[in-house]
């Protein structure tokens, strides 16, 4: 049988990896919709605010697909309208492989492999991400309204 003081020190472990990913899914959905905030509304295809949607359970393993997908095609929108034409594709294959991986890696043999290729991906969007983002900050947001904000409140 397995001693009190090993279980209690396992479960500190969990509790810390834990807390350690859910702070690391924050910063990482944080970057994310600050990206889409530097994207015109004309241009974006998702609300920022439904990055965070991705934190419920089960619910995310489908909305990633639709959520990445998504991003993508802001992005490509953004890009368009301020006359970037860099032939890239916007993310759309590393925003497809995290889902995809994430599906995989259910799979009890290959669960361990397509998690560590995952996490991988899911560094390296969210990198590209942050370069995204702060392309789009180094820039004016001139959008499809030719650089007037769209707050009437504001003088231009």
Known sequence: MYSVELLEGLFVVVIIA????????????????NMLKEIHP????????????MLIPLFNIVYGFIMYSKITESIKN?????????????LKGLGMAIPILAVVGIIP?????????GLVVWIIYWVKSAEIKKRLMSS??????G??????????
């Open 18 to 33: 834990l807390v350690i990913g859910i702070g690391l899914a924050i910063m990482y959905y944080l970057n994310l919709q």
């Open 42 to 53: 004309s241009n974006r295809t998702i609300a920022p605010t439904n990055v965070w949607l």
């Open 78 to 90: 953004e890009y368009e309208a301020r006359g970037y034409d860099d032939g890239g594709n916007y």
């Open 109 to 117: 043999t290959l669960g361990s492999v397509a998690s560590l290729a």
């Open 140 to 145: 004016p947001n001139e959008g499809a309204n």
């Open 147 to 156: 650089g007037m904000s769209s707050n009437p409140d504001i003088l231009d």
